[in-house]
């Protein structure tokens, strides 16, 4: 079975600039999540699709941030404008539906904001 | 804001040692996870306790989370160079573990042959 999929890998873009970064994950799983990690911090939860609908986006850090998943399969995440604090490493991981089912990461996207 | 302490952040040890990874925390947990991440990958799932006290082994790892279900340790028994990496623990709130998980800053372990 394909694993999470996640594009692009890296991305280097100027701040204000805008940025568009997409999950698929595993064929079958209705839970999708964002996380980021900013160097020298911990991973960090952003959101939590399920299906379509967005479950818990608490995480979120502003309006600049904007996650969609149409359809309920893969999932976009935009930054606009970027901003510099944004520079991190993108992480989308999905799973199914169930107690305790196990969490499966993409590579995630790693971001450069200049 | 409920947080994972993980120590020693960095540890560095000879082929055949054993080692021991702690993760702890102030917040009472409903499951705790442990991945081991490699550089350009993401986090790969090794383990996920859930009852206070539960003791999980996997081959040479052993995963204990503890009675409060406040902390967990990892132990190595034996450490091979294929151990190298980054180990991460990881919390869930709820029972379901579906909801966000709050990941300690990791443990960059090496592995000397």
């Known amino acids: 079975e394909a694993g999470v999929t996640q594009f692009p890998s890296h991305s280097v873009i100027e701040k204000g600039q805008t940025v568009t970064l997409r999950c698929d994950p595993i064929?079958?799983?209705?839970?999708l999540y964002w996380y980021r990690r900013v160097m020298g911090k911990e991973i960090k939860f952003l959101l939590h699709?399920?299906?379509?609908?967005?479950?818990?986006e608490s995480g979120m850090p502003n309006n600049r941030f904007l996650a969609e998943r149409t359809g309920g399969t893969y999932s976009t995440l935009k930054v606009q404008p970027a901003e510099l604090e944004d520079s991190g490493v993108y992480f989308c991981?999905?799973?199914?539906?169930?107690?305790?089912?196990?969490?499966?990461f993409g590579n995630g996207t790693r971001l450069t904001v200049t | 804001t409920q947080l994972l302490e993980q120590s020693p952040q960095f540890l560095s040890i000879q082929e055949g040692e054993n080692l021991t990874v702690y993760c702890n925390s102030s917040?009472?947990?409903?499951?705790l996870q442990w991945y081991r991440q490699e550089p350009g990958e993401g986090p790969v799932l090794l383990v996920t306790?859930?009852?206070?006290?539960e003791v999980k082994k996997l081959k040479r790892l052993t995963f204990q989370f503890g009675d409060a279900r406040k902390d967990s340790s990892l132990h190595i028994t034996a450490a091979q160079p294929g151990d190298t990496g980054l180990y991460l623990c990881?919390?869930?709130?709820?029972?379901?573990?579906?909801?966000?998980?709050?990941f300690g800053k990791g443990t960059h372990l090496i592995i000397q042959p």
């Open positions: 990881a919390g869930a709130r709820s029972g379901g573990g579906a909801d966000g998980l709050t």
């Open positions: 991981a999905s799973s199914q539906v169930g107690s305790n089912s196990p969490l499966h």
């Open positions: 917040s009472v947990f409903s499951s």
């Open positions: 064929s079958g799983h209705d839970n």
């Open positions: 699709f399920v299906k379509e609908s967005k479950q818990d």
């Open positions: 306790v859930v009852t206070g006290g």
